[in-house]
């Protein structure tokens, strides 16, 4: 059987890696450390946790702990590593890191079939099956690569997103619908402001905690992708000329133009989650939900991402991959982890483990997986492939990915509970009609 090369041991090709020579297929895993280092890495470590060591929630209450349960159903080696080396940590999964990395880097090393080289990649190999996971700090000359392949205008080196909610939290009745001056079908969600509202959303959002920017991502802040915060904080009509501007978005429900407005723009195709337009931020998680919450409207909304300004590599994977990890116009090259559009550490590895298993697939001649969109893996997969690619940016495992229930649950518990458990069982059934038994 050919050999496939993965080139990056993190959370996603460390998954990869293994879920390929779990399939009786030879592997070369190349990692640059500790030749050649990232500026967010300490360790010489496969899979290593570069910031915090939690894996996020682990119940079946949240996406990402539905999309934990998933993995280990499908023999996850970053999952089963963390759930032996899981610390105390409430309903969250957090772990020794020195265990959780020690562990994946030596089973990978013990693996008779992987074959690891400590080397830097600078150029995309042209032959054979690949599986690129160099993540979001990928090195210069590489990166440099993948976006001669890309095109320029589809590969990112920062992400500078806007907050994401979930359209089933939004406060309808505050809110209308429509574009400025009534041009196109309207599109936008907009939350209007008073005066008075919006006044004291000035004051709290320029008062606000900002997360501290690392180092390497100082020269982040460029014209034309500057946070909300920073643009406030130019003077308080800034934003009532930028994206807060009232202008041709007259309000039906009094027939009067407010005096600023936010707008959201849809942000999936199943219409289920929006964006704040123009509202990337650098504020704290808990302090963007503190003072976004302050629009009207948004009072209780759910967020499935925060905004983020970070040094982060990846790719246009609406225009570019297809949902089996594989670049569209070179089947046997394929992308996983950070660099594919997914966001974190779980998200990262669940990313690997399609790719992985794709490609052994391909290597062994077989048909390639497309996952359930039911399933957490499987939503993952068709959001970054499906998005608009306009306005594409990086995305967690959320419940609002999901397709609707067949019928309408209002209690929202029960609402995730009933996803959850689709999403399982659509697993379970993936696994029966492949004949795959791997995992519990
Ligand atoms: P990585 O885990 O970074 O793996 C990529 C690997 O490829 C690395 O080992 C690297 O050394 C290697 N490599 C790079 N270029 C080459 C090359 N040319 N040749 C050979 N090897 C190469 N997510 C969370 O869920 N929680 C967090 O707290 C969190 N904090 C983060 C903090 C920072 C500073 C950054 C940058 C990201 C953070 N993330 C966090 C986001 C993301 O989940 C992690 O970055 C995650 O590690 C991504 O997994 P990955 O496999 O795509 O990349």
């Not at 297929?25 to 280092?37: A, G, I, Q, S």
């Amino acid at each position: 059987v050919e050999q496939v090369t993965v080139i990056g041991a993190g959370l996603a090709g460390s998954e990869a890696a293994w879920q390929i020579a779990q399939r009786g297929v030879p592997v070369k895993l190349y990692e640059m450390r500790p030749v050649v280092k990232t500026p967010a890495h300490h360790t010489n470590q496969f899979a290593e946790l570069v910031c915090s060591n939690s894996l996020r929630a682990n119940g079946l209450t949240n996406a990402v702990g539905v999309l934990k349960e998933e993995m280990r159903m499908m023999d996850s080696l970053v999952i089963g590593s963390a759930d032996r080396h899981a610390v105390p940590a409430g309903g969250a999964l957090a772990v020794d890191r020195d265990g959780f990395s020690g562990e994946i880097t030596r089973m990978l090393h013990e693996h008779p079939l992987v074959e690891v080289v400590n080397e830097e990649i600078q150029e995309i190999p042209t032959e054979g099956i690949v599986v690129i996971a160099t993540g979001p700090l990928t090195s210069p000359a590489l990166s440099a690569q993948i976006k001669e392949l890309m095109g320029e205008e589809y590969f990112y080196f920062y992400d500078a997103a806007a907050p994401i909610v979930e359209k089933d939290s939004i406060d309808m009745s505050k809110v209308y619908l429509a574009s400025r001056y009534d041009k196109g079908e309207a599109a936008y969600l907009n939350c209007p402001m008073n005066e008075e509202e919006f006044n004291r959303f000035y004051d709290a959002l320029i008062s606000a905690e900002v997360a501290e920017l690392k180092e390497f991502e100082k020269e982040i802040y460029f014209e034309g992708c500057m946070p909300i915060e920073v643009m406030m904080k130019r003077g308080k009509q800034t934003a009532l000329f930028g994206p807060m501007k009232p202008v041709g978005l007259v309000n039906p429900h009094t027939g009067e133009l407010p005096y600023a407005v936010v707008q959201l723009r849809q942000d999936n195709a199943a219409g289920t989650l929006y964006n704040l337009v123009g509202f990337q931020t650098h504020l704290k998680w808990g302090e963007q939900k503190r003072v976004f919450q302050m629009i009207p409207g948004l009072e209780n909304a759910e967020f499935v991402r925060y905004g983020v300004m970070h040094r982060n590599t990846f790719i246009n994977s609406p225009k570019l991959l297809e949902p089996t990890y594989q670049f569209k116009s070179r089947p046997n090259l394929f992308f996983a982890g950070q660099m594919t559009g997914v966001e974190g550490y779980v998200e990262s590895a669940a990313s690997g483990l399609i790719a992985g298993m794709n490609a052994a697939n391909l290597a062994l001649g077989q048909d390639l997986f497309v996952l359930p969109k039911e399933s957490t893996l499987g939503s993952m997969a068709h959001y970054i492939t499906t998005a608009d690619f306009k306005h594409f940016q990086p995305m967690n495992a959320n419940f609002g990915l999901l397709p609707s229930l067949e019928r309408k649950i209002r209690n929202k518990k029960e609402k995730n509970e009933a996803l959850a458990n689709r999403a399982l069982e659509s697993i379970q059934h993936f696994k029966e009609e492949k004949g795959l038994s791997t995992g519990k």
